[in-house]
């Protein structure tokens, strides 16, 4: 959609009532993307639902049969810029609902994003190499990450968010390729988490590469029962694959997590398991409270430097 035939530099599309996907999932199933946006300038998508109706997708990729189709994006944005997606619901995604590529100043706002907590691969919001995008005031329930952020992502700002069902909110998982561009100037503040798998993640893949990330802010952060609230992952290596043996070449540096109080559902509230090869420098770890079933609970670090400041419990490993 090209909007230069315009008189106005500004397109507002608006969704009144509900888009639907065909109850076929392999209709769906084999575009890239369910609504694209790719080169436009000063867009605007307001309101309405998008139903992708991706159960039955889920249920054939969890029964292990070779003969799904991987699935579509629901609603993607590349290449462009001054961005507005307010208002919008994304019920049952067959793959990510919405996706910021390539971007420049993007505001979402307001929006609810709606899977089950099992359905794979859904993650609510990704964002990648991308500059100056806001996610604010929205409500993500889903089965992958709640915001996924890899690499090449700089100035990123996440407010007023909850989270749950899901994996959490996530930068990574960086480090697959040798050459991958760093992320930078992340701030995730007023957040809350509800029974996540994870709270705020850090993760690598544990093999050689020239990433890094800097400049990162958790503040503000309340976490209902959540499995690993604090956790840095820098041996990640599904399925032990590629990276056995390796250690993860991403440099982690200057991240803050400030005012984080609630519940762990695992006895170690704060994991930082760091690089080998790359220790993370500059944690600091300021008001933080984890309990775990009404006791203390445990920190557990690895190749790290750092400082804490003020209460911080589980007492810390730094």
Known sequence: MSPSGCK?????????????????YRVLGKADNWLSFDQVSGVSIIGGALDARGSAL???KAAGTNDCPNGTTTLSITNSNNIRINGLLSLNSQLYHIVINRCENVLVEDIKVIASGNSPNTDGIHVQQSMNVKIIKSSIKTGDDCVSIGPATNNLWIESVTCGPGHGISIGSLGKEMEEEGVQNVTVTKTVFIGTQNGVRIKSWARPSNGFVQGVQFIDIIMHNVQNPIIIDQNYCPHNLNCPNQVSGVKIKDVLYKNI??????????????????PCKGIKLQSVNLTYLKQVAQSSCANVIGKAFGLVKPDNCL
Do not use: E, N, Q
Request: glycine share 6%; aromatic share 6%.
């Open 8 to 24: 106005s530099s500004d397109i507002t599309i608006r969704i009144d009532g509900t888009l639907v996907a065909p109850a076929d």
């Open 261 to 278: 109080r609630g519940t762990s559902a695992t006895p170690i509230a704060i994991k930082l398991d760091c690089s080998t090869k790359y």
């Open 58 to 60: 889920w249920v054939c």
